[in-house]
């Protein structure tokens, strides 16, 4: 076994709550400062857009009967690491997510396309929720500019993590999604499309 292999096993057995803190550096680190506060918001809008994004996947996956975890992938997780960590400097605008996946273990039988997709599915519209209560949210807050642009961080940040995921191509929850249901892959995309691109 290759030394990569090795760490992509042993980072697959890291608890879940360890797993969530990596994740959410890999993608935070794009929007880092040595100021304790930016470094604050970074933090909190990574976490707003990772783990409740996961955990509805697994919370999906267990309402079904199934087993299901929050799994780091080293390779996942270096990779996401290094180009969040580059955008900052040298590559302004790419933002990627690939740190780490819910792993869903189900009865024989039991997960097929519909399953699937409908776990799938969780996940970007969980980001979609939070972006759309933390605009509105921002909207009601002219006396606090410091809560205000933390709310828009919050909507920025998962608008583009469900916009990112929903994308059709395997691993990403969009290939998953499509296959099960295309309106309501459709719909969620269109979403998270213009929340991303087109609400300023």
């Known amino acids: 076994m290759s030394f990569i292999n090795e760490l992509e096993v042993k980072f697959r057995d890291l608890n879940e709550a360890l797993s969530f803190v990596l994740a959410i550096l890999s993608l935070a680190v794009a929007f880092m400062s040595f100021n304790p506060l930016y470094l604050g918001i970074a933090v909190l809008t990574a976490t707003t857009a ?5 955990l509805a ?3 999906t996956a267990r309402n079904y009967g199934c087993n299901s975890r929050f799994v780091l992938s080293f390779k996942g997780f270096l990779v996401t690491f290094l180009i969040n960590f580059l955008s ?3 590559i302004h605008g790419i933002l990627i997510f690939v740190a780490g996946y819910t792993a869903i273990l189900c009865r024989f039988g039991l997960m097929g396309e519909e399953l699937s997709g409908k776990t799938a599915f969780a996940g970007p519209v969980t980001n979609i929720i939070i972006a759309i209560i933390s605009l509105f949210a921002s909207a009601f807050l002219f006396g606090n500019p410091l809560v205000n642009a933390i709310l828009l961080q919050i909507f920025a940040f998962n608008s583009y993590v469900a916009f990112f995921n929903l994308i059709p191509i395997p691993p990403l929850d969009g290939f998953k999604v499509l296959r099960w249901n295309k309106l309501a892959w459709g719909v969620a995309i269109l979403i ?3 929340l991303t691109f087109l609400v300023r």
């Open 57 to 59: 996947h697994r919370q």
């Open 192 to 194: 998270s499309f213009i």
């Open 50 to 54: 990772i783990v409740p994004h996961e």
């Open 88 to 90: 900052r400097y040298y």
